[in-house]
């Protein structure tokens, strides 16, 4: 089927134009509205709450129902800008890192300084900086203790003391006024303590922002003991990078990790080990090491018990298709399974990857167990020796995340999706008890609930929102009255600059039967009597999906952008995403090349068509970054009738060459013939429609070799197309974000407006507040 390619009028677009795209970006347009994200930060009582509201800091205490200032602003603007020398206003306070004290004390930083700041006198002061630690620095639960990676080995310090690299005495082993000691010596390259598989661990974004390597490690609830993982990639292979262009000049600088491939025999693993800070002993954990594919391996572990009585954490096989709950015993490193779950494809912990393990182990040693084996995602309870007691939720719906359980109440409290009719992804708040009785919706409504709860529960703090209406945030109680209100913004100001709400939508897969989601932005200045070209921005997970029913789904806001430039912009899930049923997940396994199941969209925007006259799916341009960047390229590859443009930016085009886990995990078939079907190489030969091809030199995630194997494959076959590499900057582009969003502007402009850009410029956007 081809789609009218109907003969329209060429769009010439203006400075102004690209300005108000401009403004719809994230950066941008998260301002216009503050208040829309509400990231409670737990205070070390334990009942109250802390949170940032643009420049504005905010103290929440539930049993009092108060919220209030967390300091007096005006003053702490004015005693900032006579101690540190630089204008302060007290609605943008430039802070961060911010640590409440239990008194009036609240300790920042600011202007790359240390601060602490005195309510009742009013003084601000620069400060000891102890109390910020850098990404490879953890402190203790009590503050007393600060474990840090000194080259490979875990090292402790007194808090209060200097910091690595500043001590002024000699590690001689003497523990009396000792202020720092190493717990481990036995370091080697590529075989250390607490750090990150280089293949997985942003290596290339942090030296290019100037910050360390973090490191993982988890201290035991009364500070006296830390579980690290010891991680071995001493036989994995080499990837090689090229800086091209150093600040600094000079020669080309040459950039080694640790980067093993889908089928090669050598992976990354990991085995657990016990310091004790007060004995000095080293406990390490008994039997073989378990395979790393994702970071999610070491970084949710968890100690039990008020002392750290034991330690668990979930082990999944190399394929994914096994997943078992195991326990440590910290004082011998004996190993126990307690659960062991095995299926025909990957055995999940949670529904979208990433996120904390649903797994709760009790106090009474009962375990709380996620798991899709009867098809969705469901609550089961295990007793303390592993044996399953019964199953808690059921349905066709699935849990979507544990929020607390309270153990006198016997009750859990939970998000669920797919329990509201017109839209699956809908998430409401739940509760049940542990023997599977009293199911009650907390929440009984059709908006987006993203709620969370303190690490002790007792109450949730609730986001209520859908694609375009911001969220009403407050605190809820176990029975859903509300304790506080938090934050109920307006659009206003971001309506004011062009901004309009995307539609939600629900149309049928190519097999049929299916109902698949989406959403819509009309073009700026919308006319019904126009007929509009199509981008659709994808990403096709499966991981994860693109086009929830929340609000600000699409955090960088290209779509957003799309609209301002007179484009009709979608997002879809198609089949093989999550979220939902594991066959609806399941139909990407062992087909990953389908790409989110790319003829779920193409009959999504053919329904769209025949829906709203003014969509033109003679006109239709697609783009994606990473995973998208793979499917926007194989759209216009296997699809030209319908994709007539793509932009694909950083792409995994040749999933040969890829992560391990991308493959085996979401694939399973490595061989040859099962690589070749999730490349794009193969494919090169069908290009006939216009193609820009963009990605980061120092990519450390889905390496540059990608675009380069489709552009040597594209070339071999004598086509025509565009392609950007970026010096200097990785998988996310950071830093030239701006560049490469205005190539993509102009390629749309060009092929589907069919005028020549504007000359208008964007700014280099803010960096992530982790760059300061």
Not at 564 to 581: E, H, N, P, Q, W
Not at 699 to 712: C, E, F, G, I, K
Request: charged share 25%; hydrophobic share 35%.
């Amino acid at each position: 089927m081809t789609d009218n390619n109907t003969t329209q009028p060429s769009v010439r677009l203006t400075d102004s134009d690209y300005a108000r795209a401009e403004q719809m970006l994230a950066p941008y347009r998260l301002r216009r509205v503050p208040g829309t994200t509400v990231t409670p930060e737990w205070l070390s009582e334990g009942r109250r709450f802390s949170y940032q509201v643009g420049g504005r800091f905010v103290v929440v205490d539930p049993r009092d129902g108060s919220r209030d200032d967390a300091f007096d602003h005006d003053r702490l603007a004015g005693a900032l800008s006579e101690a540190s020398g630089h204008a302060v206003t007290a609605d943008d306070l430039p802070i961060t890192g911010v640590e409440l004290g239990d008194g009036d004390t609240t300790r920042f930083t600011a202007f790359g300084s240390a601060w602490e700041w005195s309510d009742t006198a009013g003084t601000c002061s620069r400060a000891d900086d102890d109390h910020q630690h850098a990404l490879d620095e953890v402190p203790s639960p009590d503050k007393s203790w600060v474990a840090f990676s000194r080259d490979g080995n875990i090292w402790v310090r007194r808090a209060g003391a200097k910091r690595p690299g500043e001590s002024d005495g000699a590690h001689d082993g003497a523990r009396d006024g000792e202020q720092e000691f190493p717990l481990t010596d036995d370091a080697e390259p590529q075989f250390d303590y607490g750090g990150l598989p280089e293949a997985t661990g942003a290596r290339s974004l942090m030296r290019i922002l100037g910050l360390p390597q973090p490191i993982v490690l988890h201290w035991s609830p009364d500070s006296t003991r830390i579980l690290v993982h010891r991680l071995d990639q001493r036989d994995l292979p080499e990837l090689v990078l090229v800086e091209s262009a150093p600040y600094d000049g000079g020669r080309p600088v040459e950039h080694r990790s640790r980067y093993p491939m889908p089928g090669e025999e050598s992976q990354a693993s990991m085995s657990w080990t016990v310091l004790d800070v007060v004995e000095r002993t080293v406990v390490r954990q008994q039997g073989e090491p378990t395979t790393v594919t994702h970071p999610s391996a070491i970084v949710y572990p968890w100690w039990t018990g008020k002392s750290g009585e034991s330690v668990h954490y979930l082990h999944q096989s190399r394929d994914a298709r096994t997943l078992e709950l195991r326990r440590v015993d910290p004082t011998t490193g004996e190993t126990t399974t307690l659960i062991s779950e095995t299926g025909e494809t990957r055995v999940d912990p949670t529904p979208l990857l990433g996120e904390p393990p649903m797994t709760r182990v009790l106090d009474s040693g009962e375990i709380l167990w996620w798991s899709q084996r009867d098809g969705w995602g469901h609550l089961y309870l295990y007793s303390a020796d592993g044996h399953q007691v019964t199953q808690v939720t059921t349905g066709q719906w699935l849990v979507r995340r544990v929020l607390w359980v309270d153990e006198d109440r016997r009750q859990v409290w939970f998000l669920a999706g797919g329990l509201v009719e017109d839209d699956p992804y809908v998430r409401q708040i739940c509760r049940i008890g542990l023997d599977g009785s009293g199911f009650t919706r907390i929440t009984d409504d059709t908006v987006d609930h993203d709620a969370v709860s303190p690490p002790e529960g007792g109450y949730l703090v609730d986001r209520a929102s859908t694609s375009s209406q911001p969220p009403h945030t407050v605190v809820l109680d176990g029975d859903g009255q509300v304790l506080v209100e938090l934050e109920s913004p307006d659009t206003a100001a971001l309506e004011a600059v062009g901004w309009r709400p995307p539609e939600r939508f629900r149309v049928t897969a190519a097999d049929g039967k299916t109902p698949i989601y989406g959403l819509l932005w009309r073009p700026h200045g919308f006319d019904p009597q126009r007929r509009y070209p199509v981008i659709e921005h994808i990403y096709p997970g499966p991981q994860n999906f693109r086009a929830g029913p929340s609000f600000n789904e699409m955090h960088f806001g290209e779509p957003e952008a799309y609209a301002a430039l007179g484009f009709v912009a979608v997002a879809i899930d198609g089949r093989g995403t999550a979220g939902r049923s594991k066959a609806f997940h399941d139909h990407s396994y062992g087909d990953l090349g389908n790409a989110g199941a790319l003829d779920d969209h193409i009959a999504a925007i053919r329904e769209l068509g025949h829906r709203y006259p003014w969509l033109d799916t003679g006109r239709v341009g697609i783009t994606g970054q990473s995973a998208g960047g793979f499917a926007a390229a194989r759209a216009v590859l296997m699809y030209p009738d319908l994709y007539r443009v793509a932009v694909a930016v950083s792409g995994n085009h040749d999933n040969a060459v890829n992560l391990t886990m991308w493959a085996e995990h979401y694939h399973g078939d490595v061989s040859d013939e099962g690589k070749q079907a999730i490349s794009n190489v193969p494919l090169a030969g069908n290009l006939a429609g216009k193609l820009l091809l963009i990605h980061g030199e120092l990519d450390d995630n889905v390496q540059p070799a990608h675009t380069m194997r489709l552009a040597d494959a594209l070339i071999k076959a004598d086509k025509d197309f565009d392609m950007v590499i970026i010096p200097g900057v990785e998988h996310a582009l950071i830093g030239r974000q701006h560049y490469f969003v205005k190539r993509t502007w102009d390629f749309f402009v060009r092929h589907l407006h069919g005028s020549e850009p504007p000359s208008y410029r964007p700014a280099p956007l803010p960096l992530p507040p982790l760059a300061g």
